[in-house]
């Protein structure tokens, strides 16, 4: 099992930056996919960053540029650096561990954070 807790979220003036972190309860190993998505009022959730096990990034269009996605398997944290926030950036803000295991694929998820971006 894996227990997920993210922090960093807050309100920002638009254009400005938060760090969100993610700290994982279990060991995070090297082979799974650690994501952030994002839920905005009165809409389906979001895929926002990945980080997959050969160390590639792949970003949602929308923050394509402005977002990065990083881990630390030592410290079994993910973390999600933002620039340049819009308003559209308004969501709960939801981290991600997808492990393959014996064929089966084990999603965990935490809490949520809310990210407010004023205009």
């Known amino acids: 099992q894996v227990q997920l807790v993210e922090s960093g979220g807050g309100l920002v003036q638009a254009g400005g930056s938060l760090r969100l972190s993610c700290a994982a309860s279990g060991s995070i190993f090297s082979s799974d996919v650690m994501g952030w998505y994002r839920q905005a009022p009165g809409k389906q959730r979001e895929l926002v960053a990945l980080?997959?096990?050969?160390?590639?990034?792949n970003y949602a269009d929308s923050v394509k540029g402005r977002f990065t996605i990083s881990r630390d398997n030592t410290k079994n944290t993910v973390y999600l650096q933002m620039n340049s926030l819009k308003p559209e950036d308004i969501a709960v803000y939801y981290c991600n561990v997808r492990r393959l295991f014996l064929a089966a694929v084990n999603d965990y998820w935490g809490q949520g954070t809310q990210v407010t971006v004023s205009s």
């Open positions: 980080s997959t096990s050969s160390s590639r990034s």
